[in-house]
Each structure stands twice: as structure tokens, then as C-alpha cells.
């Protein structure tokens, strides 16, 4: 049974299964309790609008009585649907926590790398600063050598002057 109204003389609702009265200004009642309304009344209830008894007409739901099965079925149906909507909610709240972790992994590899990175960078400019006492040390073995010869020609020419 489905719920289509709430009566204004008793104030109780309207259901699809009970014997409606609709007025001509267009407001519906239980049409028990808006019969006798009218005939001492001869107005609506809910506006006031000047009402006779014949002004009233009956209202019927082309709707399914007793079992509603046509009603459980739809709802069963949303119930099913809400249930799969409720499964794929969770499934993509899994998914984005996964990817959440992933994230969070990349971004540890990210930082170590970075610090492999700096650590390298660290090492790139040791290693300059190698290269360049290197090269001094070239020169001045060079300049050592250089001496070296000089030495030698002298003690030649000191030795040639001694013959
Ligand atoms: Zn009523
Ligand atoms: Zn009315």
C-alpha cells in the first residue's frame, strides 16, 4: 500500500487502497470523511471553496491492490541496484586507496632517488676537484721533469769543463 496524501478532516494519510475524494478545487480526502464535511459545510475543508456533495468525485489509483507486487518488484529492483552501486563505490574506494599506496611508494622511490641524485652530485664535484689537483700535480711533475733535465745538462756541462 502506497502512501498518496494526508486527509485534512482527520488528519491521518491518504493510501492508494482507500476510497478517495477528490473536490473540485482539486484537494483529495478520505471520501468517509469529507461527505458529511460537505453536506454540513458546503466547503472544502482545505480552502474554503464552496462545495456541494455532487461537486465531489471519486478517485482511483490505477494502481495494484492487495500484493503491490508491481511496487515490490521495482523496489527490490532499486534495492539490487543500490546494493551494486554500494559494491562498486567500495571497489573504487579500494582501487583509489591502492593507488593512494602507490603513490605514496613512488614518492619514497622519488626522495631516495633524489638523494642518490644529490649524493652523486656530491661525488660529480669531488670528482672535479680531483681532476684539478690532478692536473696541478701533472704540472708539476712536469716542471719536476723539466728541472730534472736542466739538472742533468748541467752536471754534462759540469762534467765536460772538468775533462
Ligand atoms: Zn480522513
Ligand atoms: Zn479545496
Known amino acids: 500500500m502506497t502512501v498518496v496524501g494526508r ?7 491518504i493510501l492508494s487502497s482507500s476510497v478517495i475524494a477528490l473536490t473540485k478545487c482539486g484537494h483529495t480526502f478520505h471520501n468517509d470523511c ?12 482545505t480552502c474554503r471553496t464552496k462545495t456541494n456533495s ?17 511496487f515490490l518488484a521495482t523496489q527490490e529492483d532499486n534495492s539490487t541496484k543500490i546494493a551494486h552501486l554500494h559494491a562498486k563505490i567500495d571497489e573504487l574506494e ?11 611508494e613512488l614518492e619514497t622511490k622519488v626522495k631516495s632517488q633524489s638523494k642518490k641524485i644529490t649524493n652523486l652530485e656530491k661525488n660529480g664535484q669531488r670528482a672535479e676537484r680531483l681532476a684539478v689537483i690532478i692536473s696541478q700535480l701533472e704540472g ?17 756541462k759540469l762534467k765536460a769543463s772538468e775533462l
Do not use: M
Not at 469529507?34 to 475543508?45: D, E, H, L, N, Q
Open 7 to 13: 486527509c485534512a478532516v482527520c488528519f491521518s494519510t
Open 34 to 45: 469529507v461527505r458529511p464535511w460537505i453536506s454540513t459545510g458546503k466547503a472544502c475543508p
Open 54 to 70: 455532487h461537486d465531489i468525485l471519486k478517485l482511483y489509483f490505477d494502481a495494484p491492490g492487495a500484493d503491490d507486487s508491481f
Open 94 to 104: 579500494k582501487e583509489k586507496e591502492a593507488e593512494v599506496l602507490k603513490n605514496k
Open 140 to 156: 708539476n711533475l712536469q716542471n719536476q721533469n723539466a728541472l730534472k733535465k736542466k739538472l742533468e745538462e748541467t752536471e754534462h
